[in-house]
Structure formats: structure tokens, C-alpha cells
């Protein structure tokens, strides 16, 4: 089996909110993303996944994220913009799978040094699995 990683950035607000219904402050987090996809065989250039390609799709997700305050984005209308559902909508933008049967396996969000969240896709068949 072989894993690809990519990575990338964006600033970006956030304010969680409490079960109280209260919130937090407002503040701001450099997020760092890691991308994971895996598969069993190399493709005839000898890679699993085209890394130019997977930092584009990347990128483009991302962008969609930065200099913006995560609570006035929709898809952070009905949860919290907490890293564990940023890593979620990050997984929902990207393809689930690639040719030559590479899969994405795990979308991990760091907001803060030291403070990461993963998010692992089930596979299509079958039940979720944890991260690695």
C-alpha cells in the first residue's frame, strides 16, 4: 500500500459556540491541512497520485476558506466551524477517489500547534475505519 500526503494553509476566524449558547471570542488561527490518500499500485509515471494535481484541488478548497470568518460560511451555518468539521468540508471538496484506485483516507486539520483534528472517510463500502 502506498500513502500520498499533501499539505496546505489558510487564515481564518472562527467562534465556537457552547451548548449554553454562548460563544467564544472571535479569534484567529494560521490552519494547517494535511491530506492523505492511499492505494495499492503505482501508476506508469511510478507515482499514486500526481502531487501538481492533488496541491491544485487542494488549494482550491482552501481558498474558498481563507481571510473569511468561518461562522458566516454556509457550510458552517448549522455546526460549529471547529476543526474537526473544517476537516469534513475540506474531505467533502476533494475527490474520494483517483484513478488507479487511490482513495482518500484522512483530512487532518491543525488549528493551533499541537491541536489537530483528523477526519477519516469511510471507504465506499464498508465501515469507518480510524486514521493512522
Same mark, same amino acid.
Given at each position: 500500500m502506498f500513502e500520498v500526503c499533501v $499539505? @496546505?494553509?489558510?487564515? *481564518? $476566524?472562527?467562534r465556537l459556540r457552547r451548548p449554553d449558547g454562548s460563544t467564544e471570542e472571535l479569534h484567529e488561527h494560521p490552519w494547517q /491541512?494535511? /491530506? $492523505?490518500?492511499?492505494? =495499492?499500485? &503505482? !501508476?506508469?509515471?511510478? /507515482? &499514486?497520485?500526481?502531487? @501538481?494535481? #492533488?496541491?491544485?484541488? &487542494? !488549494?482550491? *478548497? #482552501?481558498a474558498a476558506l481563507h481571510e473569511q470568518d468561518l461562522n458566516h460560511l454556509p457550510p458552517? *451555518?448549522?455546526?460549529? =466551524?471547529?476543526?474537526?468539521?473544517v476537516a469534513v468540508y475540506v474531505a467533502e471538496q476533494l475527490p474520494h477517489e483517483l484513478p488507479g484506485a487511490a482513495r482518500l483516507t484522512c483530512v487532518e486539520v491543525e488549528e493551533a500547534a499541537g491541536c489537530c483534528a483528523r477526519y477519516c472517510p469511510p471507504p465506499h463500502s464498508g465501515p469507518t475505519r480510524p486514521c493512522g
Open positions: $499539505t @496546505g494553509r489558510f487564515v *481564518a $476566524t472562527h /491541512v494535511r /491530506v $492523505t490518500y492511499a492505494g =495499492p499500485r &503505482l !501508476d506508469d509515471m511510478g /507515482v &499514486l497520485v500526481d502531487f @501538481g494535481a #492533488l496541491r491544485g484541488r &487542494l !488549494d482550491a *478548497a #482552501l458552517f *451555518a448549522r455546526q460549529n =466551524p471547529s476543526a474537526e468539521h
